[in-house]
């Protein structure tokens, strides 16, 4: 049971408008930032949003991230075949020894 | 530019330890702190702890409490992850990634790996 939660898996069609929730309490997205991370098989994750909804320079404008409570969710427009992938949401946890936790993944499948 | 490269694949025996190099190159080493992360096969991604080069305090999960150690050698601008106790379930592959911690940006370069395989 992962402290933040994901949906395992999400899909849409190119073009479409994808939402991934994140599911968290008081102690760490309730109370701390959240990054989003996307990961391709055998490499590296990338950073996709960071501070709640900030992009790095670099990451397509298609990415937006948002915060309300305890929940957050990464948002990906205009959906393309590239694009698919694992995307992962992170927070620190001032409760649980401060660690930084990861959501436990979606895997996002472009139709 | 800026990167982080690790050291190469291991093998080691249940029992054993090992220690996975991570060298940074084109930014100010100190200014940065560096994460570990670790994805065994078929799971997500594992927070393992973090420390600032400047200084080289540390935080390390709780879950590894005992077992990990990491360190910095601000001379060669590299960290150092070192996981003792080794058990199959310690197969992963195993990220350094840098952060600067106190803006809260994110863990924005990552390595690109060491896969460590734990097996009799």
């Known amino acids: 049971q992962s402290v933040l939660t994901q949906p395992p898996s999400a899909s849409g069609t190119p073009g479409q408008r994808v939402n991934i929730s994140c599911s968290g309490s008081?102690?760490?997205?309730?109370?701390?930032?959240v990054s989003w991370y996307q990961k391709f098989p055998g490499t590296a994750p990338k950073l996709l949003i960071y501070?709640?909804?900030h992009r790095p320079s670099g990451v397509p404008d298609r990415f937006s991230g948002s915060k309300s409570g305890t929940s957050a969710s990464l948002v990906i427009s205009g959906l393309q075949s590239e694009d698919e992938a694992e995307y992962y949401c992170?927070?620190?946890?001032?409760?649980?020894?401060?660690?930084?936790?990861f959501g436990g993944g979606t895997k996002l499948t472009v139709l | 530019q800026v990167q982080l490269v690790q050291s190469g694949a291991e093998v080691k025996k249940p029992g054993a330890s090992v220690k996975v190099s991570c060298k940074a190159s084109g930014y100010t080493f100190s200014t940065y702190y560096i994460n570990w992360v670790r994805q065994a096969p078929g799971q997500g991604l594992e927070w393992m702890g973090i420390?600032?080069?400047?200084?080289?305090?540390?935080s390390y999960a709780q879950r590894l409490q005992g077992r990990v150690t990491m360190t910095s050698d601000t001379s060669t601008n590299t960290v150092y992850m070192e996981l003792s106790s080794l058990r199959s379930e310690d197969s992963a592959v195993y990220y350094c990634?840098?952060?600067?911690?106190?803006?809260?940006?994110?863990?924005?370069?990552w390595g690109k790996g060491t896969t460590v395989t734990v097996s009799s």
């Open positions: 420390i600032n080069p400047d200084g080289g305090s540390t």
């Open positions: 992170a927070a620190w946890d001032d409760s649980l020894n401060g660690d930084l936790f």
């Open positions: 990634a840098r952060e600067d911690h106190d803006s809260g940006s994110g863990l924005d370069v």
């Open positions: 501070a709640d909804n």
């Open positions: 008081s102690s760490n997205i309730g109370f701390n930032i």
